[in-house]
T-cell receptor
């Protein structure tokens, strides 16, 4: 089955700096890669996703890149703000009736 | 607000007891997924229902069971509770008609077993 590794487990950045979170997946057949943000006491919120036929996707200050050859994908947050502080999860999905497989999460702290 | 609702928000019970967690998916979504999130752990997939039928099972204990009703709400039943069952339980619904597994999570139920 699919396995997703996520790094780093914790990340601290100064407000205004960029943050990068990286994930690798094991099954080259995976074709969908969402990112979720989980704030304290809340459920995970889908913030951006990328499909295997696309190499990069951007939405305002967040972007995701996908390298299918290397089987890794990354989340980039630019101009970080204190409200970006949260736990971020990556996930991968194989085609068909299979569940999302999540990484273990990255706790991002943006220091004002 | 994702449109997925879960009740109750908090649940405190004793070992050996049984509880039921409830989830209502987004309007129009037919799929419901249940996840367990323990302290400092990721999201562990438990079970998936689609339009009333069980579609996939993950790391779900035999003491746990779920069902999805004709109105598409789902319930997760946890019995013979142990201290280690204390966790956050989330449900998510999948966007109907989408080609990819876009899931939208509810706010979760925090279960504390004493």
């Amino acid at each position: 089955g699919e396995n997703v590794e996520q790094h780093p487990s914790t990340l601290s950045v100064q407000e205004g700096d960029s943050a990068v979170i990286k994930c690798t997946y094991s099954d080259s057949a995976s074709n969908y890669f969402p990112w979720y943000k989980q704030e304290l006491g809340k459920g995970p919120q889908l913030i951006i996703d990328i499909r295997s036929n696309v190499g990069e996707k951007k939405d305002q200050r967040i972007a995701v890149t996908l390298n299918k050859t290397a089987k890794h994908f990354s989340l980039h947050i630019t101009e970080t703000q204190p409200e970006d502080s949260a736990v971020y999860f990556c996930a991968a999905h194989l085609p068909g009736n299979t569940p999302l497989v999540f990484g273990k999460g990255t706790r991002l702290s943006v220091i004002a | 607000d994702s449109g997925v609702t879960q009740t109750p928000k908090h649940l405190i019970t004793a070992t050996g007891q049984r509880v039921t967690l409830r989830c209502s998916p987004r309007s129009g979504d037919l799929s419901v997924y249940w996840y367990q999130q323990s302290l400092d752990q990721g999201l562990q997939f438990l079970i998936h229902y689609y339009n009333g039928e069980e579609r996939a099972k993950g790391n779900i204990l035999e003491r746990f069971s779920a069902q999805q009703f004709p109105d598409l709400h789902s319930e997760l039943n946890l019995s013979s509770l142990e201290l280690g069952d204390s966790a956050l339980y989330f449900c998510a619904s999948r966007k109907t008609g989408g080609s990819y597994n876009e899931q939208f999570f509810g706010p979760g139920t925090r279960l504390t077993v004493l």
